[in-house]
């Protein structure tokens, strides 16, 4: 049987934290599909199609890896209606933890069939957000060694700032 896991997260915008989880997670499964949402209430910078595009570039090297944007749906739900058994996060600290917890707890009871896999970030990667790269960007500063290039250089034309300030 295939094993296909879906990578649900916000990736606004995708980091190399991110980069490194889903290489990860494609040595560990047949197919991996990266869903992106777009929370409002997180102020998104890229919309959803801007998102796939970019992730789906920085993501080519990886032929098992397929990008899409998350309807407005339960995670687990869109997960069932892929066929997918196993759901991947990125555990940075023992806040994603307590958080990362709850909602695995509550997606096991709404879809016992989808399995929660957490992956520990890489130590490297372990203080890297998307709010901290936003928030960098946002200054003009580089941000090429904590996205991919494709990445680095959308956010410098979304702040209007040059790509090597
Ligand atoms: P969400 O809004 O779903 O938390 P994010 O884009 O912030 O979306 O994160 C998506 C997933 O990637 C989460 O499981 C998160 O823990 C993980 N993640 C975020 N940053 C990193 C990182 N630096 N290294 C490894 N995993 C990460």
Same mark, same amino acid.
């Given at each position: 049987m295939t094993r296909k896991a879906i990578f649900p997260g916000s990736f606004d915008p995708f980091t190399n934290g991110h980069l490194d989880t889903v290489t990860r997670a494609a040595s560990l499964f047949?197919?991996?599909i990266i869903a992106c949402m777009t929370n409002?209430?997180?102020h998104p910078l890229f919309s959803a199609d801007e998102k796939q595009a970019l992730i789906q570039a920085a993501v080519a090297d990886l !032929?098992? /890896?397929?990008?899409v944007a998350l309807p407005h749906q339960l995670t687990v739900a869109f997960a069932q209606s892929l066929g997918a058994q196993y759901m991947v996060r990125g555990l940075r600290s023992p806040q994603d933890f307590a958080y990362e917890a709850d909602v695995a707890t509550?997606?096991?009871q709404l879809? !016992?069939? /989808?399995?929660?896999?957490?992956l520990l970030a890489d130590p490297k990667y372990r203080n890297l957000s998307?709010?901290?790269v936003k928030e960098v960007a946002s200054f003009g500063a580089d941000v090429s060694k904590?996205?991919?290039?494709?990445?680095?250089?959308?956010l410098s034309e979304k702040f209007g700032g040059d790509h090597h300030a």
């Open positions: 047949d197919d991996v409002i209430k997180k !032929p098992n /890896v397929k990008v509550i997606n096991s879809a !016992p069939q /989808v399995e929660t896999v957490f998307s709010s901290m904590l996205v991919p290039a494709n990445i680095a250089q959308a």
